[in-house]
């Protein structure tokens, strides 16, 4: 056992704060993330995990609690992708690129005044690269308090949202609210991404989001199994990679490790990958078998269920 | 059959042979042969799911056939066969792309080369004749996205003519368009056939809108076609035979359905027949 | 300083001349996603101690061929997201074993004006005119398979090698233009001033050109901006490009709306079933205009 953990990883209180805060990320960022990849907005996901980065330099600046920062920026540019509202889909895209652009020029900014103007060094990459082991005092409860938000909202509206991501025609026949749910929906987004922004930084929190949600809907069809999927998924991936980090910090003899968010983010590609490649070997040998496979969610009937 | 059609010597455009298709275990093709002249408007008449588009498919070369040929003018097609003018049934062209209707046809003449087009009058000519042949010279030099449906199927078919193909393929082209565009289309793609010399060959699922010039129909049922006049299949025996099941072909005010016949279907559902539903826009 | 001007030109026109095809595939999120690849390449290169250019390049043509090949069996955007997030980790694991301080990689990340050696000057052009003469290559395929892929494929171009294509010369491009603008916003550059451009001009060739028009006034003025603030240069080009395409955004919704009335009027005119329109033959000799 000695060999796969060092010894003191269960003792450091640092550690227990990690495995927390990340677990709590990783379970809201994959059920959220499960209707980000079904509604194809893995850009609109990734734009707001940029945005947060710039609310997260903000608050250095300002010198409140980074998640603060983090979640006033992405609930922002939620609102302003949500405002801008373009129905076609390469204007849509368009229209992410244009507010991720400024908010990234914002971001920039704010990063430079808080290394020249408050001498904050290591700003850029506690902001973009995350910062799991050294969390701001009292940052556990607003974690708690944002991630239930989150789940919530999700759980509350799991029957529309699953029905608007699907088809949004169909959702507005029945009588639901697309836009109204659109807008929660995008709420939730926000309240992820400002919590995986926090356990492996801004620019990496993508790899939440998107990672274990696309990894389940490789494995399975149905949206209720690959909720929990996710949720495992991300959780296992992000607890292997908090291990990885501490344990890498013996690996040289300087004893600095790697960080977490590598390591975090490599499980989940790995597992994306390997996903990747068994089922696209599955869907070869069912389709010779006399079954054409269905891509996940967006084409597959099945997954209204 | 029109006299206009019956004064070229019918050159065969296209012949399939035997086409068979299976995707997935499903036969979606069965043995499928008819062949299409110069010069004729050919209907490829059938259901949703009946075969058009993998038909369409198989004569362009994007899907192999499982058995079975395709001769285009009397020749194993290439791979790379650009003798055919190809206009999809959705395009979903961006509103905001930078491209006049004009560009749009320009690139018909050879937007599969490498390299930038030099500039000249020859080529200007070209499309301007093309935008005439299509009578869209009133929008030609409009933002080819914010075109009404109509207007775009015709910059659509003149893309195809330009570079002078031999076989003018359209998957459905009047499915998003009212009834009065698709009177337009219809008309115009006739004139084409015989001004420019041209094989037309057009998948629809309604065939009332072709009745007047169609030269020849190729039915499509199950993965089984038929295929001469409209007279010589548009029957009931051919195509209770097509369907394996009794249908009834009846003649109301000079329009064409095909109902589901027998004394148990009366009024049973039409399911799957094209020109079966009682269609309210009968002028 | 001149080298900055120079470089930056430069950077301006291959920007302006691919970020055209990128608002036209609708390719933001590559355009976004490869330059961060470069970053990891580019931390790399000096973890290793090679030129930062090369590391540059190679990274950023990987997660090129990484995006496409991922994205060829699932789904595009999930692919590129995955792939970016990759390339960063990489990039992050890459900076926490070397001892450059923070401002080098925050140059990096952001931009920086002065960040070009007259060394670096020649492999920069060089990639930017293999880039110009790659684009005047694939020229057409690359339209065609853009605007109607369906119809390109029945032509015999294939879609997912002129993606492929495509995302290497966006990879070149991203090479050398990541040193100037920063690896978090060349794509800003690439999508901002090439879709006012396009609001601005129906003909392909005149909204390349105003493209690049754009670029440069927008990198320009984000250098002489920079260089007067000291506020980093990718500040200024993220919020000129947001503010070009809010002004094509603004000035093609006018125009549609000039427009709209007598548009709509001559259509119903048209398609009304009280005045039913002159057989086709007569409408167009009428309509025939001598060429």
Redesign the interface.
Known sequence: MGWLIEPGFFASAQVHTALVIGAAAALVSAVVGVFTVIRGQSFGGHALTDASATGGSGSLLAGVNPLLGFVVGAVTAAGAMEAIGVRHARGRDLATGIVLGASIGLASLFLYLDTTATATTGATQQILFGSIFAPAPGTVPIVAGFGAASLAIILALYRPLLLTSISGDLAAARGVPVRLVGLAYMLALALAVALSSLAIGAILSTALLIGPPATALHATRRAGRALIGAAGLGIACTWIGVLLAYDSAHWFSDGNGLPVSFFIVAVIFLAYLISDLTTHRATRRSTAAGRTGALVGDRDPRAAR | MRPAAQHHPHVRALAVDGVSVT????RILDEVAFTVQRGQFTGLIGSNGAGKTTLLRVI???QRPHAGRVLLAGRPRA????S?G???QK?G????????AR??VE?GI????????RPSPARR?LV??ML?AV?A??FA???VG?L?GGEQQRI?IA??LVARPQLLLLDEPLANL?L??GQ?IV??LD?IATEHEIAVLLSVHEMNPLLSVMDRVVYLAGGRAVSGTTDQVIRSDVLSGLYGHRVEVLHVAGRILVVAGGPAATNGSPDGLPGAAPLPDAR | MQNAWIVATMVAVIAGVVGFFVVLRGSAFPAHAIPNGAFAGAAGAVLVGVSSLLGLGVFAVLSALGIGSLGRRGRHDVATALALVAMLACGAAFLSRTTEYAPEIFSLLFGEVLGVSTTELLPVAGLGAACLLAVAVLYRPLLLSSVMPEIAEAKGVRSDRIEIAFLIVLALATAMTVPVVGALLIFSLMIGPPAAARALTPRPGAAIALSVALALITVWAAIALSYQTNWPIGFFVGTISALAYGLGRGWNAARTHHHQLPHSATFTDASSPGSPAPPLGQRRQKRRRPI
């Open positions: 995707l997935g275990g499903r362009l070369g994007l791979r790379r066969n650009r055919i190809y206009v999809p395009v062209l961006d509103p905001d792309l930078p491209m006049r560009d749009l690139l050879d937007g599969h080369r490498l390299g930038i087009a000519e301007a004749e005439a009578d010279e009133r030099d409009s933002r914010r009404s659509l893309h195809a009212d009065r565009s337009e008309s115009l004139r």
